[in-house]
Nanobody, 127 residues
Protein backbone atom coordinates (compact mmCIF):
# COMPACT_ATOMS: atom_id res chain seq x y z
CA UNK A 1 0.00 0.00 0.00
CA UNK A 2 1.45 3.33 -1.07
CA UNK A 3 1.00 6.39 1.09
CA UNK A 4 2.25 9.89 0.41
CA UNK A 5 2.62 12.62 3.01
CA UNK A 6 3.51 16.18 2.05
CA UNK A 7 5.15 18.76 4.29
CA UNK A 8 6.94 22.08 4.03
CA UNK A 9 4.09 24.37 3.13
CA UNK A 10 3.52 27.64 4.92
CA UNK A 11 3.03 31.38 4.56
CA UNK A 12 5.68 33.49 2.89
CA UNK A 13 6.06 36.93 1.39
CA UNK A 14 6.23 37.36 -2.35
CA UNK A 15 9.76 36.71 -3.54
CA UNK A 16 10.37 34.13 -0.86
CA UNK A 17 11.12 30.42 -1.13
CA UNK A 18 9.74 27.16 0.15
CA UNK A 19 10.87 23.58 -0.10
CA UNK A 20 8.10 21.04 -0.17
CA UNK A 21 8.74 17.42 0.73
CA UNK A 22 6.76 14.27 0.07
CA UNK A 23 7.46 11.13 2.08
CA UNK A 24 6.60 7.87 0.33
CA UNK A 25 5.56 4.80 2.32
CA UNK A 26 5.51 1.45 0.59
CA UNK A 27 7.70 -0.58 -1.67
CA UNK A 28 9.47 0.12 -4.93
CA UNK A 29 9.57 3.90 -4.63
CA UNK A 30 12.30 4.07 -7.24
CA UNK A 31 10.00 2.49 -9.80
CA UNK A 32 7.39 5.24 -9.54
CA UNK A 33 7.43 8.42 -11.51
CA UNK A 34 6.43 11.32 -9.32
CA UNK A 35 4.74 14.66 -9.70
CA UNK A 36 3.68 17.81 -7.91
CA UNK A 37 0.30 19.42 -8.44
CA UNK A 38 -1.17 22.75 -7.45
CA UNK A 39 -4.81 23.42 -6.73
CA UNK A 40 -6.63 26.60 -5.98
CA UNK A 41 -10.03 26.30 -4.36
CA UNK A 42 -12.72 26.01 -6.96
CA UNK A 43 -10.31 25.15 -9.76
CA UNK A 44 -8.91 21.97 -11.24
CA UNK A 45 -5.68 20.48 -10.03
CA UNK A 46 -2.79 21.62 -12.23
CA UNK A 47 0.44 19.77 -12.81
CA UNK A 48 3.49 21.74 -11.70
CA UNK A 49 6.40 19.38 -12.20
CA UNK A 50 7.16 15.74 -12.79
CA UNK A 51 10.25 13.60 -12.47
CA UNK A 52 11.20 10.21 -13.81
CA UNK A 53 12.43 7.29 -11.76
CA UNK A 54 16.10 8.26 -11.81
CA UNK A 55 17.38 10.62 -9.13
CA UNK A 56 20.31 12.99 -9.16
CA UNK A 57 21.92 14.76 -12.07
CA UNK A 58 20.57 12.25 -14.59
CA UNK A 59 16.98 12.86 -13.56
CA UNK A 60 14.43 13.65 -16.27
CA UNK A 61 12.06 16.45 -15.36
CA UNK A 62 9.33 18.59 -16.85
CA UNK A 63 7.69 21.76 -15.56
CA UNK A 64 4.64 23.83 -16.27
CA UNK A 65 5.66 27.10 -17.91
CA UNK A 66 4.62 29.23 -14.95
CA UNK A 67 7.30 27.72 -12.68
CA UNK A 68 10.11 27.07 -15.14
CA UNK A 69 13.36 28.62 -14.01
CA UNK A 70 12.26 29.18 -10.43
CA UNK A 71 11.26 25.71 -9.23
CA UNK A 72 13.14 22.43 -9.05
CA UNK A 73 11.73 18.97 -8.57
CA UNK A 74 14.06 16.32 -7.21
CA UNK A 75 13.98 12.97 -5.48
CA UNK A 76 16.10 10.92 -3.14
CA UNK A 77 15.35 7.28 -3.78
CA UNK A 78 17.26 6.02 -0.74
CA UNK A 79 15.10 8.24 1.48
CA UNK A 80 11.90 7.63 -0.51
CA UNK A 81 11.36 11.35 -0.64
CA UNK A 82 10.28 13.79 -3.32
CA UNK A 83 11.02 17.51 -3.17
CA UNK A 84 9.87 20.70 -4.80
CA UNK A 85 12.06 23.74 -4.28
CA UNK A 86 10.09 26.88 -5.13
CA UNK A 87 11.79 30.26 -5.43
CA UNK A 88 10.60 33.74 -6.31
CA UNK A 89 7.14 32.87 -5.08
CA UNK A 90 4.24 35.10 -6.06
CA UNK A 91 0.61 35.25 -4.89
CA UNK A 92 -0.49 33.12 -7.87
CA UNK A 93 1.45 30.25 -6.31
CA UNK A 94 -0.95 30.19 -3.39
CA UNK A 95 -2.91 26.98 -2.98
CA UNK A 96 -2.65 23.36 -2.00
CA UNK A 97 0.26 21.35 -3.28
CA UNK A 98 -0.09 17.63 -3.75
CA UNK A 99 2.45 15.00 -4.59
CA UNK A 100 1.46 12.04 -6.68
CA UNK A 101 2.92 8.74 -7.82
CA UNK A 102 2.47 6.98 -11.12
CA UNK A 103 3.25 3.31 -11.63
CA UNK A 104 3.01 3.45 -15.39
CA UNK A 105 3.36 6.90 -16.95
CA UNK A 106 6.26 9.29 -16.55
CA UNK A 107 6.84 12.97 -17.08
CA UNK A 108 3.20 13.91 -17.37
CA UNK A 109 1.39 16.86 -15.87
CA UNK A 110 -2.19 15.65 -16.07
CA UNK A 111 -3.67 14.28 -12.87
CA UNK A 112 -5.36 11.35 -14.59
CA UNK A 113 -2.02 9.65 -15.06
CA UNK A 114 -1.29 9.25 -11.35
CA UNK A 115 -2.38 6.42 -9.11
CA UNK A 116 -1.59 7.65 -5.60
CA UNK A 117 -2.01 11.04 -3.97
CA UNK A 118 -1.08 12.73 -0.74
CA UNK A 119 -3.35 14.93 1.34
CA UNK A 120 -1.62 18.13 0.33
CA UNK A 121 0.25 20.96 1.99
CA UNK A 122 -0.93 24.57 1.93
CA UNK A 123 1.19 27.35 0.49
CA UNK A 124 0.17 30.96 0.99
CA UNK A 125 2.09 33.77 -0.65
CA UNK A 126 1.27 37.32 0.34
CA UNK A 127 2.12 40.42 -1.64
Amino acid sequence: QVQLVESGGGSVQAGGSLRLSCAFSGEFYSSYCMGWFHQVEGKDREGVASIGTVAGTDASTIYVNSVKGRSTISRENAKKTLYLQMNSLNPEDTGMYYCAASASLCLILRSAGYHYWGQGTQVTVSS
